[in-house]
């Protein structure tokens, strides 16, 4: 009994010594990814499946591949109510966390702005996804900042040129009217640089009817559009304010399928309250919308436990919800190329720096991510941290869902490109930076 006893002891104690081995193995490190989100307050319609996004395609990761190459994900989600101030006060808080953030996504432009400056203080690198400062693009001024897979100015200019295809060509576009209702921030106005020199470039007219915070009276701002009889509207709105404003176009009679809102102006949330008389309404998209991709049914399968109901319930195949996780995507593979690169170990900042900006994503590897077909593939670059394929698709809304309607659009980039130098330099000369060379 007593050999019996001690074997039994001894076997448990290797299985002891093999669990903890296998748990290191498991998870040699953590990887924090800090969430900022706005699940409360006015912009909740769009923040919440932002959040709901993020979470699971980290949980995802962990709950299916044991985390990236062997490191657990970490996060901590941090409530800003889209709010500037609060935002960085999140930043401040969670940066050093659980080892210090591999990067963050801020989701907010007016943030974005503010944490410019501190990204190479901190050594964190910013993911704003189409969206931010459109100047970033130009990574010789800015080496922390990646905006991929498309910027403010390319997407306007996309706008414009899809506008230019339905009225027969670019020389159509003079005398045409275009107003820009856009959101009264930061934000709101980015597209502006752009959409002046394309009505300069091209000679059609162009109107600027900013909408104040958080956009829930706009009467007075669709009674200008009826007025002022403009062939097309293009909409850099958020939050309420999307939903708002198709209510009141659709009160003055404007025609959908001549009403287009940026790719932040094209969710679930934007259109349903409107019911029927937000059918044709059509926005700019990076992605498509639906549970079609695999990564889906794979969120579905292991972190919904293939309950489809509760899935739904938590926004999945939204919009907004398959921008995160695209988000997250891009944001997890350039941490995995950095850890490989850093021979598996836990990557610096520098080192994820290092991989944005030589960030390859081809189709092969959408695919390996389950993402075939979802979106387009990126290129980064030391010198172009936009990408070197922006554009937009256009996505309309039929009532019930989200379809992705024709071609893929490119940027004008002959345009938009010098306009991102020509801000890029201004604003090394008033922050006294010097360009890198790339």
């Known amino acids: 009994m007593k ?8 076997a448990g104690i290797a299985v002891g010594v093999t669990g903890v081995m296998e748990s290191k193995k498991a998870y040699s490190a953590e990887l924090f990814f800090p969430v900022f989100v706005y699940r409360t307050g006015a912009y909740a319609p769009s923040g919440q ?3 709901n996004g993020f979470r699971d395609y980290y949980a995802l990761l962990n709950k299916r591949d044991k985390g990236i190459e062997g490191h657990k994900i970490v996060t901590e989600e941090c409530e800003t109510k889209y709010n500037t101030k609060v935002g960085v006060e999140c930043f401040e808080k969670l940066k050093g966390k659980n080892g210090g953030a591999m990067l963050v996504s801020p989701y907010s432009t007016g943030l974005t702005y503010q944490l410019i400056p501190k990204a190479p203080v901190d050594k964190i690198p ?4 189409g969206y931010g400062r459109t100047a970033a693009a130009d990574g010789r001024v800015f080496p922390w900042v990646f905006n991929f897979p498309s910027t403010y100015w390319s ?5 414009v040129a899809y506008v230019a295809q339905q009225e027969g060509g670019l020389a159509n576009l003079k005398g045409k009217h275009i107003v820009h209702v856009h959101h009264n921030s930061a934000y709101g106005k980015e597209a502006n640089p752009t959409l002046d020199a394309l009505s300069k470039k091209f000679g059609f007219k162009l109107t600027k009817l900013a ?3 958080p956009g829930q009276e706009q009467k007075a701002t669709w009674l200008q559009v009826r007025r002022k009889r403009p062939d097309w509207v293009f909409m850099s709105g958020w939050g309420v304010m999307n939903q708002v404003a198709i209510k009141e176009a659709a009160t003055i009679g404007f025609p959908m399928d001549h009403f287009v809102g940026n790719w932040w102006s094209g969710s679930d949330a934007d259109v349903i309250p409107a019911g029927d008389n937000s059918i ?5 998209a990076m992605h498509s919308a639906g549970t079609k991709a695999k990564v889906f049914q794979d969120i579905i399968k292991h972190v919904y436990g293939g309950d489809k109901k509760k899935a739904k319930a938590n926004n999945v195949g939204e919009v907004l919800y398959n921008r995160a996780v695209l988000n997250a995507a891009f944001a997890t593979e350039a941490v995995r190329d950095a850890i490989k690169a850093a021979g598996g170990k836990k990557p610096t900042g520098d080192q994820v720096r290092a991989a944005l900006e030589g960030f390859q994503v081809n189709k092969a590897r959408l695919a390996k991510i389950g993402m075939a077909g979802f979106t387009n593939p990126v290129s980064v670059s030391c010198k172009n941290h936009e990408g070197t394929s922006p554009g937009v698709f256009i996505q309309e809304w039929d009532g019930s869902k989200w379809k992705i309607s024709g071609k893929f659009i490119p940027a004008m980039s002959d345009v938009v490109r010098p306009l991102v130098e020509k801000a890029a330099a201004a604003y090394a000369k008033e922050n006294k930076i010097k360009p890198r060379s790339c």
Do not use: C, E, N, W
Not at 3 to 10: D, G, H, P, Q
Not at 155 to 159: E, I, N, T, V
């Open 155 to 159: 997407q306007a200019s996309a706008f």
């Open 126 to 129: 910013i993911l704003s996804m």
């Open 49 to 51: 499946p932002i959040a």
């Open 3 to 10: 050999l019996r006893s001690l074997l039994l002891a001894a």
């Open 280 to 284: 044709g309404y059509k926005s700019t």
């Open 211 to 213: 909408v104040d915070h």
